[in-house]
Nanobody
């Protein structure tokens, strides 16, 4: 398994921006597709964005499309989530996840980082 540590969460006003980072260790980072998920209080965890191992293909939830950007730096074993035009409904714990190439499910998860957007 790859170990994941998120950082960059915090409190921001609506309309503001944050950039989350996820540092990976333990395995060859470029062998993994990466994703961001979030879980708001009282709600189930939901998909936010994902990126293929090469970084060339990305996917987004409709709720964040056009506002969030996922990217990765394979040389530094890090994946990012740039979040712009934040809304109060983006408030959640954000989790980084990894899955090996060819595997459907995300098998490695970080501990999460809190993002709070005030209105």
């Amino acid at each position: 398994q790859v170990q994941l540590v998120e950082s960059g969460g915090g409190l921001v006003q609506a309309g503001g921006s944050l950039r989350l980072s996820c540092a990976a260790s333990g395995r060859t980072f470029s062998n993994y597709g990466m994703g961001w998920f979030r879980q708001a209080p009282g709600k189930e965890r939901e998909f936010v964005a994902s990126i293929r191992w090469s970084g060339g293909i990305t996917y987004y939830a409709d709720s964040v499309k056009g506002r969030f950007t996922i990217s990765r730096d394979n040389a530094n074993n890090t994946v990012y989530l740039q979040m712009n035009r934040l809304k109060p409904e983006d408030t959640a714990v954000y989790y980084c996840a990894a899955r090996r190439i060819g595997v459907t499910d995300f098998g490695s998860w970080g501990q999460g980082t809190q993002v709070t957007v005030s209105s």
